[in-house]
């Protein structure tokens, strides 16, 4: 087969076996965000690029090498979305949402689009569900989102997810902090490697997020936003993590950890798995309190986090982690002939109708390929009518795990009768499981005992005869022991004897 459009690198199809297990994290998400009060927001795919330079920054990766752009028919410079807060925040401004009580919590699970190299963990299109607080200029704030984030990896069964957080100055103290970082840089420009030394003057605490390790070598040296701070910021970040202590969550401070988007100031977490190769970051966030001046808007100070759907499955399918299993097939409807499909086709409609998952044939099979479905479906009951049942108005209702049928009526009252007689066969399977289980037990006991008496009556004949064959050997080695020994007795005795008489004889004749 030679399609004329494969699917782009980078990009993957989500088919049913595994979009169960992407729905079962979305509704857990979402149920989670719903405790703490959060409320979905859905925005476009599209934006003008403009929004992502400003938000997060010209020198950024993401505006720099990673944004799929292209001017669309109307000649406008727009940018598919590589992440899912500036949307939001010029949403928020442009609805006027801001202008009702604060904060805002929103959340979203969008597709994200990065040009990025594809490996394990990183797409070029991918998901991420985030969560903001808009206007949540509390510390509380940040660490309700940290909660709220720990609290969904929890629900979601994930094991030693880490969390790494470090404060890096605000609007006030960052100028300071910013120039010093870009002086030491400057200085050991020399030994970083060819995209940091490009780095020093455009953007230089992005050289904290290098890999490279000459580069890793001279960050170890680099001044620490954390010795920088101005005194609210180091209030903020002692709150933090008290806030995030009495929540129970286990915090390593990274005074490394800068992420890669301009629009951070003071707090800025990651959780990460550590389970592969090289540590994963499963979820990033922090505060944004500039973004929405950033892009023209009033100041309104934010928080928020972005959690990676794919790697958050690829973590919980390395951990093992459960999956709830589909609702199955309740009834499979197997009509043979038109007047029977039409049949089908209403009482398919009405089972449906109140809840009940129904299906029938819609490929027109015989009546052995309909029952193969039904089995391969894994469907719980089947009925099929035909030609016979049509004119009696009666089918065979059948329980496929107990192989047990009933009678069913077809007229107008199809569904009531369905949820009767599934009522009652479903007690004959469980009795029918129950006889099974407690015939199985007792057969088990019997078998049980009867090859303890067995064993016990073979060891004892065995040891029957092994104590007579022992005693056999025993005294036939015994016994020729004693016959020598009596033997000789009697022999010597007898020789005395004689030696007696002859000497006696010898005596009387001397
Ligand atoms: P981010 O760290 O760029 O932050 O992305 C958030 C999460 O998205 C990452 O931790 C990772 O799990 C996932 N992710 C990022 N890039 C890829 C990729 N190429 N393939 C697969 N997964 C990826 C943000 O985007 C911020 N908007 C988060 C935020 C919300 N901050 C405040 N509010």
Redesign the pocket.
């Known amino acids: 087969m030679k399609l004329i459009a494969s699917r782009l690198r980078g990009m993957q199809d989500i088919i049913p076996g595994e979009s169960e297990k992407w729905e079962y994290i979305e509704k857990v998400m979402k149920e989670q965000a719903k405790l703490y009060g959060f409320r979905v927001i859905r925005t476009p795919a599209v934006e003008l690029t403009d929004l992502f330079k400003r938000a997060t920054g010209e020198t950024s990766d993401?505006v720099e090498k990673e944004m799929y752009t292209f001017n669309d028919k109307g000649g406008r410079d727009v940018s598919l979305r590589?992440?899912?807060?500036a949307g939001v925040v010029r949403a928020v401004l442009e609805t006027g949402m801001h202008n009702q009580v604060l904060p805002l919590k929103l959340m979203y699970i969008s597709s994200?689009y990065?040009y990025?190299k594809p490996q394990s963990?990183?797409?070029?299109e991918?998901y991420?569900f985030?969560?903001?607080i808009i206007g949540g200029n509390a510390t509380m704030a940040d660490a309700e989102i940290i909660d709220l984030g720990n609290s969904i990896f929890e629900r979601l069964g994930l094991k030693n997810i880490r969390l790494e957080i470090n404060a890096i100055c605000c609007e006030g103290c960052r100028d300071r902090y910013f120039a010093l970082v870009k002086k030491f840089f400057e200085l050991n420009k020399h030994l970083l490697c060819e995209t940091c030394q490009s780095r020093v003057e455009r953007n230089p605490v992005r050289i904290f997020d290098c890999k490279n390790e000459s580069c890793k070598k001279v960050i170890r040296f680099a001044p620490l936003s954390l010795r920088y701070l101005c005194r609210d910021c180091a209030d903020h970040f002692q709150f933090l993590k008290n806030y995030i202590d009495e929540c129970g969550i286990d915090l390593t401070v990274n005074p490394h950890l800068f992420?890669?988007?301009d629009y951070?100031s003071r707090t800025v977490f990651?959780f990460i798995d550590d389970s592969g190769a090289e540590p994963l970051?499963?979820?990033?966030?922090?505060r944004?309190n500039n973004l929405s001046k950033e892009i023209g808007g009033v100041k309104i100070n934010s928080?928020?986090?972005?959690?990676?759907m794919?790697?958050?499955l690829e973590v919980m399918k390395k951990q093992g982690a459960k999956f709830p299993e589909n609702k199955p097939c309740e009834i499979y409807i197997a009509p043979l002939g038109g007047p029977a499909r039409r049949e089908a086709v209403k009482i398919s409609h009405n089972l449906r109708k109140v809840g009940i998952r129904a299906e029938l044939d819609l490929v027109g099979r015989f009546i052995k390929p309909q029952m193969k479905y039904a089995n391969k479906i894994k469907a719980l009951y089947t009925i099929v009518i035909g030609a016979k049942e049509m004119e009696d108005k009666k089918a065979l209702l059948k329980n496929m795990a107990s192989g047990q049928t009933a009678e069913i009526v077809i007229d107008d009252n199809f569904v009531e009768n369905f949820l009767r007689l599934r009522e009652e066969l479903d007690k004959t399977a469980v009795s029918q499981i129950e006889n099974q289980t407690e015939n199985r037990a007792e057969n088990q006991a019997k078998n049980q005992t009867e090859n303890r008496a067995e064993n016990q009556i073979e060891s004892q004949t065995e040891n029957q005869a092994e104590n007579q064959a022992k005693n056999q050997v025993e005294s036939q080695a015994e016994n020729p022991a004693k016959n020598q020994v009596e033997n000789q007795a009697e022999n010597q005795a007898k020789n005395q004897a004689e030696n007696r008489a002859q000497s006696q004889t010898e005596g009387q004749i001397k």
Do not use: D, K, M, S
């Open positions: 993401i590589p992440e899912g807060t994200c990065r990025e963990g990183r797409y070029r991918f991420q985030g969560l903001e992420r890669g988007l951070y990651e970051a499963i979820c990033g966030g922090g944004y928080v928020g986090l972005g959690i990676g794919e790697r958050l």
